[in-house]
């Protein structure tokens, strides 16, 4: 299956939220990797079809994906970052819901719910109000919706908000087993939720794509650029000002830091491994703060 974005922009009156972005997936795991407002849920609502493209279009085989309609609609699982779910019906009415609306047949939809609700760890919960759940348990009843209908598309919108590290976990196993034969999209500005799970990582900045490839390939983008430093604690506020800092950690006399820098931050230190999360802070971090930024 060949999902392609061509030429895909949107534009809300002045705000472009989308630019001009080209890009083929495949069947595998792609990590859309993001500041708030970089444009990843247009973008996803574009492929899923909820929103039409100022320019361009979003194929699959070949295929302009709204003028697909149903066939499109039943290749599709989709769970937004908003999820409206009805707090009086129980987990399972909640399934058998949704697998109505999507047109399942009853006998299907009955089996699919058992199956899923044990796959998102929510077997024993199937009988109990979703007002009775955690944010947690809610975003996994989302995710067992998304999959009713055996999609071959599966976009996931920040799926693990509000999870803790447990559920974050489980969701990262639940992901990589059936990544197999689909084409899975989640977006995220978690970085350590894609990095693992990812064949490709595409980092989304002002609606474009600056950087796509497996996090390995990402990395090089940052070697040699992450260092390990101590810094005196007298020259500590003034470093911190004026360098991308990572993490700190406040020893006797000095502070230890990892910083990231194209050249050495301070006398005595050393390069060490990158992470996806220093690449992230690298193309980031200016829009976190304006001083210290890496690029
Ligand atoms: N319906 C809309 N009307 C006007 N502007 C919009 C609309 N939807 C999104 N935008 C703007 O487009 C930009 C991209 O928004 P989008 O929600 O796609 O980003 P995002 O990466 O998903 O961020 P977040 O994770 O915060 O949702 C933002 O500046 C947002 O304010």
């Given amino acids: 299956m060949r999902l392609v974005m061509e030429h895909l922009s949107k534009q ?20 859309f990797l993001g500041a708030n407002g970089a444009g990843k849920t247009t973008l996803m609502q574009m492929i899923c079809g909820i929103i039409e493209p100022t320019a361009g279009e979003v194929k ?19 769970l937004p970052q908003e999820f409206g779910y009805t707090p009086g019906f129980t987990a399972k009415d909640f399934m058998l819901y949704i697998a109505s609306i999507k047109g399942l047949p009853p006998r299907f939809a009955k089996r699919k719910t058992k199956e899923l609700l044990k796959l998102v760890n929510l ?53 990589a087993e059936m990544s197999k034969d689909k084409i899975i999209i989640i977006s995220t500005h978690i970085v350590s939720d894609i990095e693992y799970i990812s064949d490709q990582v595409l980092i989304m900045k002002k609606g474009k794509f600056i950087l796509q490839g497996s996090a390995e390939e990402l990395l090089k983008e940052v070697k040699n650029e992450v260092w390990s430093c101590r810094v005196p604690n ?21 502070i230890e830091a990892r910083v990231i820098s194209v050249s050495s931050p301070i006398e005595g230190a050393i390069t060490v491994e990158p992470t996806l999360e220093d690449l992230y802070l690298k193309f980031f971090s200016d829009e976190i703060q304006e001083e210290g930024a890496c690029i």
Avoid at 143 to 154: E, F, R, T, V
Avoid at 234 to 254: D, G, I, L, P
């Fill in 12 to 31: 809300f009156k002045n705000k472009i939220a989308v630019e001009n972005i080209d890009t083929e997936l495949r069947e595998g795991v792609y990590g």
């Fill in 60 to 78: 699959i085989n070949g295929e302009n994906n709204i003028q697909m309609g149903e066939r499109f609609r039943d290749m599709l699982g989709y």
């Fill in 123 to 175: 077997e024993k919960d199937a009988d109990r109000k979703i007002r009775t759940f955690s944010g947690g348990m809610k975003r996994r009843l989302g995710i067992a919706q998304a999959l009713l209908n055996d999609p071959k598309i599966l976009i996931l919108d920040e799926p693990t908000a509000g999870l803790d590290p447990k559920e974050r976990a489980y969701f990262r196993n639940i992901i």
């Fill in 234 to 254: 007298n020259q500590w506020s003034n470093f911190e000002r004026t360098h991308c800092v990572a993490n700190s950690h406040a020893m006797k006399e000095v």
